[in-house]
C-alpha cells in the first residue's frame, strides 16, 4: 500500500512539476500530503492553490478543512467564507463555516450558517442538529427542540450532553455550553 501512495505522490508532485502555475495540480498534491499525514504540506499546497486560483471552491473548501483539523477555527471559517463567496450554493462551505463558528463560540454566526445548510438542503440530518444546537445556544429553546425532532427523525443521533443541556433550559436562557468544544 506505501509502495502506491508514493507513487502516486510521486505522480502528483511531477504533475506540479510539469506545471507550477496550475491550481488543480496544487490542490491534488495537498490533499495528497493530507492523506499521507502532512498537514504542514497540505496546508501549503491548498494555500498555493487558492493563490493561484482564487475563485477555486473546492480548494478554499479542503483548506479549510485542513484547518479545522489543525484547530484553527478562525482559518476554517474565513477559508469557507471564501468559498461561499465563489458559489453561495456550496453547502459543505456553509456546513464546515458553521462548524468553526461553533467551536470559537460564535452562536448568532453559527445559525446563519446552518440556516444556509438548511436553505440549500432542507433534508440534511447534520444541518437540523447543528441548527438546534446554535439554536439553544441563543435562547430559542423551543425552536431547538423542534430542530432536534426533525434532525433525530432524519437519523442524526445527538450527543448525550445536548439532550441534556436542552432538558434544564428554559426558553430565552442563553445557553452558550450549549456549543461543543473541540
Known amino acids: ?18 506545471d507550477p502555475d ?5 490542490m ?3 490533499m495528497a500530503w493530507f ?6 504540506k497540505a496546508r501549503q499546497e491548498l494555500e498555493l492553490a487558492v493563490r493561484l486560483d482564487p475563485g477555486y471552491v473546492e480548494a478554499w473548501v479542503n483548506l479549510g ?23 453561495p450554493a456550496c ?9 468553526g463558528n461553533m467551536y470559537q463560540g ?10 444556509k445548510v438548511l436553505d440549500l438542503d432542507p433534508g440534511n440530518p447534520g444541518g437540523h442538529y447543528h441548527h438546534a444546537v446554535a439554536l439553544l445556544a441563543v435562547g430559542k429553546t423551543r425552536e431547538a427542540r423542534v430542530a432536534l425532532a426533525v434532525a433525530t427523525k432524519l437519523g ?9 443541556a436542552l432538558e434544564r433550559n428554559k426558553e430565552g436562557q442563553i445557553h452558550s455550553a450549549a456549543l461543543p468544544q473541540p
Open 1 to 18: 500500500m506505501e509502495s502506491v501512495v508514493s507513487s502516486k505522490l510521486e505522480d502528483l508532485q511531477a504533475a506540479v512539476a510539469r
Open 22 to 26: 496550475s491550481a488543480e495540480a496544487h
Open 28 to 30: 491534488r498534491l495537498g
Open 35 to 40: 492523506k499521507r499525514g502532512s498537514s504542514k
Open 65 to 87: 478543512g485542513i484547518y479545522m483539523t489543525a484547530l484553527d477555527f478562525a482559518g476554517c471559517v474565513e477559508a469557507n467564507r471564501k468559498a461561499a463567496e465563489c458559489d
Open 91 to 99: 453547502l459543505q462551505a456553509h456546513y464546515n463555516r458553521g462548524l
Open 106 to 115: 460564535r452562536a448568532e454566526e453559527m445559525l446563519e450558517c446552518f440556516m
Open 156 to 164: 442524526w443521533k445527538p450527543e448525550p450532553g445536548f439532550i441534556k
